[in-house]
Nanobody
Framework: QVQLVESGGGLVQAGGSLRLSCAASGRIFRMYAMGWFRQAPGKEREFVAAISRSAGSTYYTDSVKSRFTISRDNAKNTAYLQMNSLKPEDTAVYYC????????????????WGQGTQVTVSS
């Protein structure tokens, strides 16, 4: 029902910045809460950030607080993740996801997922 496409990943030095974008199509974007997750080699998928349908609430995992900012532009059907002060431990494939009712940090409730974009932070 919804397709999500991430972009903006790449290679950056520690301390640098990247902005990830997630373009949505197929449904009314404002009806979905949006989240960002990541998965590093040999590790389980982990929650990064989420934003409510109206953008009134945001949530972050402790390791990215004060460094990452999640936002959305419902008129453009796009969610964003601004990543500053990147660290090597941020290296992972980043996925955006959409929840039509609710979403949890474990990924429950996220009905649609993008294919991911690679973020590599060198030391």
């Amino acid at each position: 029902q919804v397709q999500l496409v991430e972009s903006g990943g790449g290679l950056v030095q520690a301390g640098g910045s990247l902005r990830l974008s997630c373009a949505a199509s197929g449904r009314i974007f404002r009806m979905y809460a949006m989240g960002w997750f990541r998965q590093a080699p040999g590790k389980e998928r982990e929650f990064v950030a989420a934003i409510s349908r109206s953008a009134g609430s945001t949530y972050y995992t402790d390791s990215v607080k004060s460094r990452f900012t999640i936002s959305r532009d419902n008129a453009k059907n796009t969610a964003y993740l601004q990543m500053n002060s990147l660290k090597p431990e941020d290296t992972a494939v980043y996925y955006c996801a959409a929840a039509d009712r609710y979403g949890s940090t474990a990924g429950d409730g996220y009905n649609y997922w993008g294919q991911g974009t690679q973020v590599t932070v060198s030391s």
